[in-house]
C-alpha cells in the first residue's frame, strides 16, 4: 500500500465490551492489507461529547456509536445523513477532511441487505408485516421497510403508548395495534420481525403464540447473541423461513468501513464462520 497513513476508528458505547465489531473491522483491515486499526471506546454518558468531539483530534477517521449514545451523539453532527435524521439516531460518524462530524445511519441498509442475502426473493410489499418493538432498532427497521415500499406494516409494543407515538411520527404505512392483540395481528402476514431484546441471552423469551402465523411467512429476528432465538427456534419447527440478526450486524459494517478505511468490504463466508463462533463462545 503506497500510503502509509495509519487510520483509526472503533466503537463508541457503555458498556461496549461484548461488541463484536472489533472482529468484523479488523478482520477486514488484514484481509485488504490495509494500514489502521479499529478499537473500543467506552464512553461513559457524561463524557460523550468530549470524546466526540476529540475524534478528529486524536486521528480518528470516524467511529460507530451503540447504546446508550445513538441519539444523543446525533445532536453532536455537524451534518446528518437524511436517513439517519429520519431514524432519529445515528449509528455511524465520519470525520470529514476538514474536520468536521457527519453523522449516518446505517442500520435500515443492514437490516435490508441481511433480509436480501439470506432470501433473495424476497420483497418488502409481498403482504403485511409484524414489527414488535418501538425502540431505536425499530425505528430503523420500520423506515427501512417503509422505504423499500412496505404497505402494511403493524406496529405492536409492550407500552402501547410508545408504539402509537411511533406509529404517528412515521404515518403510512404504520399503524400501531395494542400488544394484547398480538397473537392474532399475525394473520395473514408476510413476515414477522422482532427488534426486542426478549430473548436475547440473559432475558426471558418473547411472549408471542404462532399459531395464526402463515407458515409460508418470514421471521426476522434482530438478535444475534444467540444466533436463534427462542422465536426463531419456534418458528424454524413449524417451518417458517428464518433470518437472524447476524446478517445486519455485518451489513450495516460494511458503508461505514468504506467511509473511514477506502474500500467496500465483502461478507465472505470464512468471515461468517469466525463471526459465528465467536457469537457461540
Same mark, same amino acid.
Given at each position: ?213 402463515? =407458515?409460508? $411467512? ?7 447473541? %444467540?444466533?436463534? #432465538? @427462542?422465536? *426463531?427456534? !419456534? +418458528? ?17 459494517? =460494511?458503508? $461505514? ?7 467496500? %468490504?465483502?461478507? #465472505? @463466508?470464512? *468471515?461468517? !464462520? +469466525? ?7
Amino acid at each position: 500500500m503506497a500510503d502509509k497513513k495509519f487510520v483509526l476508528a472503533g466503537v463508541m458505547g457503555w458498556p461496549v465490551g461484548h461488541s463484536r465489531s472489533p472482529l468484523l473491522h479488523n478482520h477486514w483491515l488484514k484481509k485488504y492489507k490495509l494500514n489502521g486499526a479499529y478499537v473500543l471506546l467506552p464512553v461513559q454518558p457524561g463524557r460523550l461529547t468530549d470524546a466526540v468531539r476529540g475524534l478528529g483530534a486524536l486521528g480518528f477517521a470516524g467511529c460507530n456509536v451503540t447504546l446508550p449514545h445513538k441519539v444523543e451523539a446525533m445532536a453532536l453532527m455537524d451534518s446528518v445523513a437524511p436517513m439517519a435524521r429520519k431514524i432519529g439516531a445515528i449509528n455511524t460518524v465520519v470525520v470529514q477532511p476538514d474536520g468536521s462530524l457527519h453523522g449516518t445511519n446505517n442500520d435500515g441498509f443492514g437490516y435490508i441487505a441481511s433480509l436480501l442475502e439470506a432470501h433473495p426473493a424476497w420483497h418488502a410489499d409481498a403482504g403485511p408485516i409484524a414489527v414488535l418493538g418501538a425502540g431505536g432498532a425499530a425505528r430503523a427497521v420500520l423506515v427501512a421497510l417503509a422505504e423499500r415500499g412496505a404497505k402494511d406494516i403493524r406496529l405492536l409494543n409492550r407500552t402501547d403508548t410508545k408504539a402509537l407515538e411511533l406509529a404517528a411520527e412515521l404515518g403510512a404505512p404504520v399503524t400501531a395495534l395494542p400488544w394484547d392483540v398480538r397473537h392474532d395481528a399475525l394473520a395473514n402476514v408476510a413476515m414477522l420481525v422482532n427488534t426486542t431484546s426478549q430473548g436475547m441471552h440473559g432475558n426471558p423469551a418473547l411472549d408471542l403464540d404462532l399459531h395464526t402465523l402463515p =407458515r409460508d $411467512a418470514l421471521v426476522s429476528d434482530i438478535i444475534y447473541v %444467540p444466533l436463534e #432465538t @427462542p422465536l *426463531l427456534a !419456534q +418458528a424454524r419447527a413449524r417451518g417458517n423461513p428464518t433470518v437472524n440478526g447476524l446478517g445486519m450486524l455485518m451489513n450495516q459494517a =460494511r458503508p $461505514a468501513f468504506e467511509a473511514w478505511f477506502g474500500v467496500m %468490504p465483502d461478507i #465472505t @463466508p470464512e *468471515l461468517r !464462520q +469466525a463471526m459465528e463462533t465467536s457469537v457461540r463462545a
